[in-house]
């Protein structure tokens, strides 16, 4: 989702199915609100669903406190260098970007330039931190190696968040057949 877009002012794209008798639900997703409805359901009695939809989301996005904009990823990015690396690093830039669509992160280091998919704003923060470590190390650590991974495994929640982002690859392997 972009910067400056809330659930509140997301565009809503309603799916209706047949199969579906009684329950509402949505989703954040591609930068709109998806709702999908009973076929059966009219406009009128689905608007009231759609105001609560975005009132529950807009409570979640704004309770989850994972940084929106670069700023505050640099800011956590200051946070977990002090944390995890003695505050020895130094890098360019560290930002979201909305082309990564394979992968949650990358580094090179050469430059010193770190970007995170914007796929990671709607994740939990205990999850971006973890990327954020990954792609830190290998400013140390170019490569996967055991020195690299001695690094990246001082954040405690290391194995949960991998475990967390292979749940949500195979989710969306599922959903492309």
């Known amino acids: 989702m972009p910067d400056n877009q809330t659930p509140e002012t997301l565009p809503v794209v309603v799916i209706r199915s047949r199969r579906r008798k009684k329950t509402i639900s949505g989703e954040i997703k591609d930068g709109q609100l998806v709702i999908r409805a009973p076929a059966r359901m009219s406009e009128a009695e689905l608007q009231p669903h759609i105001e609560s939809l975005r009132r529950k989301l807009a409570r979640k ?13 640099e800011k956590l990015a200051r946070q977990i260098n002090r944390d995890y690396f003695e505050g020895r690093l130094n890098w360019r830039s560290v930002r979201f970007v909305s082309n990564q669509r394979k992968r949650y992160g990358s580094c090179t280091p050469a430059t010193r330039d770190i970007r995170l998919s914007d796929r ?53 392997l599922s959903q492309d057949r």
């Open 61 to 73: 996005w704004k309770a989850r406190k994972v940084p929106r904009s670069d700023a505050e990823l």
């Open 120 to 172: 990671l704003r709607t994740m939990p923060k205990w999850v971006l931190r973890y990327v954020l470590v990954h792609e830190l190390a290998h400013l140390l650590e170019p490569n996967h190696s055991a020195a690299f991974w001695a690094l990246v495994n001082r954040y405690p929640l290391t194995e949960r968040a991998r475990g967390y982002l292979m749940a949500v690859g195979l989710e969306a």
